[in-house]
T-cell receptor, first 117, second 118 residues
C-alpha cells in the first residue's frame, strides 16, 4: 500500500496566487516526520519544510506553510504569493519512527507545479 | 548549511562498462548515506542505505551485486553500477544526514548523476 499519496500529478497556477499541494500518508507509528522537497528541472532536491507528528503547530518557513491535519493524515503544502521560480516538481516524504536508525524516507509520486505569468 | 557533493553529474558510457558515483558530505560527518534512483517523471525510489564501516542495506528488488556500495569514511560513499546496461540508465541521487542531527532534521541531497548507457 502507498504510504505517501500525492493525488495531483500537475498543477497550474497564476503568478502571485496561493497554491496548495496535497499529501496524505499512511502509518501506524505514532512517531513520524513529514517533509516537503522541491525538485527543479536541474534535478537537485531542495528541502522546504518539516512537520513532526507531535508538533502542536503547523510548520511555516517563509512563503511555505504546512497544513497538518493529523486525524485526516494529511500534510498539505501551501505556497503563498507564488513566483515563476516556484515551477518545479514537489515531493512529500515521510520518515517513520524516532530512533536514530529510523531515517529512511518514503516519497510520494510528486506534483509538477507550473506557475503562469 | 550542510552540503552534499555528488560526482559526476553526468555520465554517458557503453554497455558493459562499470560506473562509479561518489557522494561526499562536505561540512559534516555522515554515518549514514542513502542512494536513490529516479526514472523520468517518477518519484525517488530508495535503493540502499549506506552505513559507514559496515555493509549496505539494500531495498527489496535491488541487486546488491549489480549496485555495489562502499562507505569507507564518514564523508564518502560510492555507488558502482557494474556491467551497466541501457536499462540502468537513470538519475541516481544520494543523500546524507549528519551523525549529530536530531531525527527531525532533513536529509541533504547531492545534485544527482544522470547516467546514460548506450
Amino acid at each position: 500500500a502507498q504510504k505517501i499519496t500525492q493525488t495531483q500529478p500537475g498543477m497550474f497556477v497564476q503568478e502571485k496566487e496561493a497554491v496548495t499541494l496535497d499529501c496524505t500518508y499512511d502509518t501506524s507509528d505514532p512517531s513520524y516526520g513529514l517533509f516537503w522537497y522541491k525538485q527543479p528541472s536541474s534535478g537537485e532536491m531542495i528541502f522546504l519544510i518539516y512537520q513532526g507528528s507531535y508538533d502542536q503547530q503547523n510548520a511555516t518557513e517563509g512563503r511555505y506553510s504546512l497544513n497538518f491535519q493529523k486525524a485526516r493524515k494529511s500534510a498539505n503544502l501551501v505556497i503563498s504569493a507564488s513566483q515563476l521560480g516556484d515551477s518545479a516538481m514537489y515531493f512529500c516524504a515521510m520518515r517513520e519512527g524516532h530512533l536514530e536508525g529510523a531515517q529512511k524516507l518514503v516519497f510520494g509520486q510528486g506534483t509538477r507545479l507550473t506557475i503562469n505569468p | 548549511g550542510a552540503v552534499v557533493s555528488q560526482h559526476p553529474s553526468w555520465v554517458i558510457c557503453k554497455s558493459g562498462t562499470s560506473v562509479k558515483i561518489e557522494c561526499r558530505s562536505l561540512d559534516f560527518q555522515a554515518t549514514t548515506m542513502f542512494w536513490y534512483r529516479q526514472f523520468p517523471k517518477q518519484s525517488l525510489m530508495l535503493m540502499a542505505t549506506s552505513n559507514e564501516g559496515s555493509k549496505a542495506t539494500y531495498e527489496q528488488g535491488v541487486e546488491k551485486d549489480k549496485f555495489l556500495i562502499n562507505h569507507a569514511s564518514l564523508t564518502l560513499s560510492t555507488l558502482t553500477v557494474t556491467s551497466a546496461h541501457p536499462e540502468d540508465s537513470s538519475f541516481y541521487i544520494c543523500s546524507a544526514r549528519s551523525s549529530y542531527l536530531q531525527s527531525n532534521q532533513p536529509q541533504h541531497f547531492g545534485d544527482g548523476t544522470r547516467l546514460s548507457i548506450l
